[in-house]
């Protein structure tokens, strides 16, 4: 950050940078874990022809991590902004 912001302004701006950090750190690790988990109970549901187990271990996953990257980066921006560190 630079110099010209105050102590309590970076604070506040860590504080929710780190919150938002661990958020997507919850969203990552529900999808990359705990989803697997239970793929034999989420095979008994059945979308298009596939059990939802598989769907979310070849597919569902992989677009939820992608849509995360991308929201992450919206939110980190708008957080940036609010505190007057954002990049041009």
Do not use: C
Not at 17 to 42: Q, R, Y
Not at 53 to 67: D, E, K, P, R
Request: charged residues 15%; proline residues 1%.
């Amino acid at each position: 950050m630079s110099d010209n912001i105050s102590r309590e302004v970076a604070e506040a701006h860590w504080s929710k940078t780190k919150n938002l950090m661990l958020i997507t750190l919850a969203v990552w690790a529900f999808f990359s874990f705990f989803i697997h988990f239970f793929v034999s109970t989420l095979n008994n549901i059945v979308i298009l022809g596939f059990p939802l187990g598989f769907y979310m271990a070849a597919q569902g996953s992989l677009i939820v991590f992608v849509v995360l990257i991308f929201w992450f980066a919206s939110r980190q921006n708008a957080i940036d902004e609010e505190f007057g560190v954002a990049e041009d």
